[in-house]
């Protein structure tokens, strides 16, 4: 079992910057890669970036530029800096990670989300 735990959202004036921070724990577990996604008022969750456990980096295509993700794997930590925000990314910002499971297939975890709201 992996528990994630974000931290790092709140109110920020559109133009800002926010970092977000997800620490997973759990005795025993190999996290193979973690991410984040968000999810807008109204609207359904959205991939933003992904990180492998070797570093190897995936985002959404809109969310490149604005959004860099990193990881910590002797903390395993997985962090998103956020850039010039804009009122649009107001969500819940949730983390992500899968660990190896049997016969080549995977266990996904989430964190409980965090709020960002990105104010004019």
């Known amino acids: 079992q992996v528990q994630l735990v974000e931290s790092g959202g709140g109110l920020v004036q559109a133009g800002g910057s926010l970092r977000l921070s997800c620490v997973a724990s759990g005795s025993g577990v190999s996290i193979n890669s973690m991410g984040w996604y968000r999810q807008p008022p109204g609207k359904q969750r959205e991939f933003i970036a992904m990180v492998g456990s070797g570093g190897n980096t995936n985002y959404a295509d809109s969310k490149k530029g604005r959004f860099t993700i990193s990881r910590d794997n002797a903390k395993n930590t997985v962090y998103l800096q956020m850039n010039s925000l804009k009122l649009e990314d107001t969500a819940v910002y949730y983390c992500?990670?899968?660990?190896?499971?049997?016969?080549?297939?995977?266990?996904?975890?989430w964190g409980q989300g965090t709020q960002v709201t990105v104010s004019s």
């Open positions: 992500y990670a899968n660990t190896p499971a049997a016969w080549g297939t995977r266990t996904d975890y």
